[in-house]
Nanobody, 123 residues
């Protein structure tokens, strides 16, 4: 069993920055890729970013490319999402998840999800 706990969400003004974290426990964190998704009210969950087990490779949704940075610290069993130049449309609950194989952008290729952390960007 893998447990994921997100933190770091909050309220920020447009143009600001925020970093959310996800602490993982239960299995060898350094052996699998991780992803971040988000879901706004009334919308489907969407892919944000993913990172390979080593951290050497990262993937981003077009909507966040150049503004968000995903990283990981395997010693701390934590994955991060640094969000810069935030926009009101980034407002959502942000979820981390353990990747189990297949294309990174599909939520069906992830198992074990955190409870989410709310990010609200005011205009």
């Amino acid at each position: 069993q893998v447990q994921l706990v997100e933190s770091g969400g909050g309220l920020v003004q447009a143009g600001g920055s925020l970093r959310v974290s996800c602490v993982v426990s239960g299995r060898t964190f350094s052996s699998y890729s991780m992803g971040w998704f988000r879901q706004a009210p009334g919308k489907e969950r969407e892919f944000v970013a993913a990172i390979s087990w080593s951290g050497a490779t990262t993937y981003y949704a077009d909507s966040v490319q150049g503004r968000f940075i995903i990283s990981r610290d395997n010693a701390k069993e934590t994955v991060y999402l640094q969000m810069n130049s935030l926009k009101p449309e980034d407002t959502a609950s942000y979820y981390c998840a353990k990747h189990r194989g297949g294309p990174y952008a599909s939520s069906t290729n992830y198992e074990y999800w955190g409870q989410g952390t709310q990010v609200t960007v005011s205009s």
